[in-house]
Every structure is written in C-alpha cells, then in structure tokens.
C-alpha cells in the first residue's frame, strides 16, 4: 500500500544547526521534498561551538564535501585531542586524544597491559602509547595514512576547529545549490491546527505564511516552535552541570597552531582556546553562583595569547534538553533540543545525530507515533550519552580550591556513571553503553587524568609475562615515537595544503 508522503518541510532558524539541517536533507531526500528555510538577518547566532569531534568528517563525507576546500572556507584547523588543564588538581594536564590508544586486542585490553606495568612504576604515562596525543605534545599533524593500516601513521583520527559562521555560510550555498530555499524575515506568529495541535504555518512581520507538513525547530534556545508554540518541557541538567553563563571573545593568533583545544578549568568553570588560521575562540564557561560576570571576564582578559579582536559577549543557557526532541509535526535541533556545555566538544555532534535519526525516521504525512517515539528515545541515548561523560570531568577531581569544586565534588551523580566510576577503580574496566559516543579509549584517558586510580588490573594481563608485556610496550611506544618524527607540524602542514585567504581585519 502505498504512503501518503508529505512534501512541504520549513526549516526555522539558520546558525550552525539549520544550515546543517537544511545540507544534510538536500542531500537525503535528494530533490524530492521541498525545504525551505527561515531565517532573519537581525537574529544573531551564538556562533562560539568551533571545536568538533571526528564524527563530523562522516557528516561532511555524506554530503561530498572536499575537506581542502571546507577547511579553507571555514579559516579552519585540524584536531587530534583536547588538552585538559588544571582538572585534576591545580597544576595537572592531560591530553584526551582521538582514537585508539596502543593496538587493537581481542581478549585483554591494550591499556590494561599498559595499566600493570604503570602501577608498577614500568612504564610512562598513557600519552606515549596514542598516537593522537604523542603528536599534539609536539603541534605535529598529518591525516590517516590510509595506506599504511597496520602503521600508527594509519590509525590518526582527526576532527577540526573552524569559525562557526563561515561553515553555516558555507553549507547555506551548498544547500541552495540542491534547491533549499532562503526566506528572510522575522517570525511573528505560528499557525496551529485546531484538530490536532500540529503546525501549520509560520507567519513573517509583513504577513507572509510559510506552509509546511515538517517542521524543524534550529531557532536556539528559546525554541520559538518546540517550547514556545507546543509546549513541550524541558529537562533541567543544572544540578549535574551547574555553569549556566559563557563569556565569548576572539583574540588574535599565536604563531604555532596547536593540533588541540584546551579546556583550563577556573575556579568556578573553565576557559577553551581554540585555535584558527585567523584568529584564537576564547571563552570562559562559568557558574554565576559562584562567580560574577564581571569577574568571569577579567579573568578570560587576562588570559589571552593575543589582542581581544571583539568586545566580549555573555551567553545565558541551561544546561538540560526538551522532554521530547519530536512532538507532534515539530523536531527541535541544535540548542533549541538542548544544550551541554562544549567541554567535549559534543553540540555540533547532536545536531549531526539529530539529522541522521530524522532521515532514519523520516515521517509519511501520517506521522506515526511509533516513529516519534522511538526517535525521542534515541536522540534521549545521545544526551544522556554526552552528558554522563562531560559530568565526569566535574565530579572525578581532587581540587580543593573553592566553593564551586567542592560543589562539584560531593554531589550526587547519575546512577550509570557512578557505576561506570566503580568499575574503573576496581579492575580499570570501561565498557561502552550500546552505541553510546565516546568508546572505551576516551572514557580511560579522562578518568585517569581526572585522577581516578584503579586498584588492580584485568587479572588475564597475566597470562603473559612481565617481561613479553615490557617489550610489547616498549615496541609500541618506540614505533609511535618514531613515526611523529616524520610528521610535519599543523602549522607547516596547513601553509602548504590548505592554507585559507587572510580575513580582511
């Protein structure tokens, strides 16, 4: 029997999320649905989530993008990790590098041989055995050799920082391109069916309706369609990630780029630094229970590699996500589904696995439930997902500095990751939730590094000797010392292969 489909789909809102949204359906429904979308010039976007995760590369894969040409046009950089600072105890850094970490292993664990033989005073930190983090310590970059695969010059992941507002640019004449259409102007009012709550129509200042069957709430956080026409309620995450303001500031560029973004936690949050071919993000995320605005941007001033290029600018959120990311015709993406602050790096990723689960559940005109709920439940996976590792990083410290950090220490956590906690400091176990975003490499090094010790080790580690186990790391750690020697630095690798135009200041 064939569907009813629906036909007309409104995007509203443009930023990083709608024209992802309006890009990725382009290309998925490929010229068959009409999509437009609606967006006002006078409606600033926040515009500060730079930094990504290696995720995004399928997404740009999927859309045929060239990364030489995208990386130019977004002034962007390559990214093999994030640099933690102060986290732990003031003065203690660490790397959360991409991919994996030693070799590959089917039975034991690659880091609970690594993990014996540390405990043991035998071996160095787990930076030596991740290709990914042995050449952010020394700003090296070059992409997967990929035909090198059993060399660790093939297991290189990367992801990339580039300027917001240039990549949504960049995908607005992409999706233009594949028939998305632009309407400019300023929502007034929303049309609601009477007989079923569903939306009908946007209405422009002016007076002009924009009809549609789907609609696509990317409006940011006050969520013009999802919460402010159909009410669907928010969950609040505050009591688990309790910074609630973020203080935004380009600076000018230092003269070697870092492979990395930093994290450098302060005494009530933290600072990024993330850096681009034209410029450095800057931003302090902070609580203001505990911390002034004032204070907040004194501090990120004082703080900078270079010169402010802006005035700095506060943006207000709470961390948390609607009850429902699809009600009735309505899905909500981007910061209007929710938001968790950019520790990891995870919003643009939401907004990738928002498109990708709309276009595995996309409706017929019907809209069955069924559909509806079982992508509320999957786009409830990936928050739940991201959130439980970005609270890791506030509850596992030793800090004792102020109020905030001891705050953050003693509170109560979600049943899963304090479960996820013991596990580790038991046998140094990490086991990875169904399809859950960071697999078992990201959640070691970030609980090791925030200071998490586990008491032994997986007892099958010694089903081989001490000494084969001492060799076999000594070799890993040798061949990946040996291959970051030949990699260039980021800065030389992107003057000679992707070098953008210089901004006009």
């Not at 443009?14 to 409606?43: F, P």
């Not at 970490?101 to 055995?129: C, M, N, R, S």
């Not at 990339?160 to 640019?169: M, R, S, V």
């Not at 924009?210 to 009410?231: P, Q």
Request: glycine share 10%; hydrophobic share 40%; with cysteine.
């Amino acid at each position: 029997m064939e569907q009813k489909k629906l036909k007309d789909v409104v995007i509203v809102g443009g930023g990083t999320a709608g024209w992802m949204t309006a890009a990725g359906l382009a290309n998925g429904l490929k010229g068959k649905y009409n999509i437009t979308l609606v967006e006002s010039d006078l409606i600033a976007t926040i515009g500060v989530g730079e930094a990504t995760i290696p995720s995004i590369r399928r997404f740009n894969d999927i859309l045929g993008i060239d990364e030489t040409e995208f990386i130019r046009a977004t002034q962007g950089t390559f990214k093999l990790g994030i640099e933690f600072v102060n986290w732990g105890r003031l003065g203690d850094r660490y790397i959360h590098g991409f991919g994996v970490i030693g070799q590959e292993t089917w039975t034991v664990d690659f880091y609970q041989y690594w993990l014996k033989q540390h405990l043991a005073g035998k071996a160095p930190g787990l930076d030596h055995y991740s290709i990914n983090t042995a050449a952010c310590l020394q700003n090296k970059f070059i992409p997967t050799q990929r035909d090198m695969p059993n060399s660790p010059l093939g297991q290189i992941v990367h992801a990339y920082h580039f300027d917001a507002g240039l990549y949504a640019k960049y995908l607005r004449k992409y999706a233009e391109a594949r028939g998305v259409a632009r309407v400019e102007g300023k929502i007034e009012d929303v049309v609601v069916r009477d007989a079923d709550g569903h939306i009908e129509a946007v209405v422009l200042e002016g007076g002009r309706k924009v009809a549609g069957e789907l609609f696509i709430d990317c409006s940011g956080f006050r969520g013009l369609l999802i919460e402010g026409t159909l009410k669907t309620g928010y969950e609040d995450w505050s009591h688990w990630l309790p910074c609630d303001t973020a203080i935004a500031v380009p600076c000018a560029s230092a003269p070697e780029l870092t492979p990395y973004t930093r994290s450098t936690a302060r005494s009530a949050g933290w600072q990024w630094r993330i850096p681009l071919q034209h410029r450095i993000g800057n931003g302090h995320v902070f609580c203001s229970k505990f911390m002034s605005e004032d204070e907040a941007t004194a501090i990120l001033l004082q703080n900078l590699d270079g010169e402010p290029l802006a005035e700095p600018r506060p943006v207000r959120f709470k961390t948390g996500k609607r009850k429902q990311a699809w009600n009735k015709n309505c899905i909500s993406i981007g910061l209007s589904g929710g938001f968790i602050e950019p520790l990891e790096s995870t919003s643009i990723h939401l907004i990738q696995e928002g498109i990708a689960h709309l276009l595995s559940h996309f409706p017929s005109a019907g809209f069955e439930q069924a559909d509806i709920n079982q992508y509320n439940r999957m786009m409830n996976d990936e928050y739940v997902w991201a959130r439980d590792f970005v609270i890791l990083h506030y509850k596992a410290m030793e800090r004792t500095d102020s109020p905030f950090w001891k705050y953050c220490r003693e509170m109560e956590i979600p049943e899963l990751l304090q479960h996820k906690i013991d596990l580790f400091r038991s046998n140094g176990r990490v086991f990875r939730e169904g399809n859950e975003l960071f697999a078992k490499p990201s959640w070691v090094q970030v609980m090791w590094g925030q200071r998490i010790r586990p008491q032994s080790y997986n007892p099958l580690v010694d089903l081989i000797g001490e000494e084969e186990i001492q060799g076999y790391l000594d070799e890993v750690e040798g061949v990946i010392k040996e291959c970051v020697k030949v990699m260039p630095t980021l800065s030389a690798y992107v003057q000679a292969n992707c070098a953008a135009d210089k901004m006009p200041m």
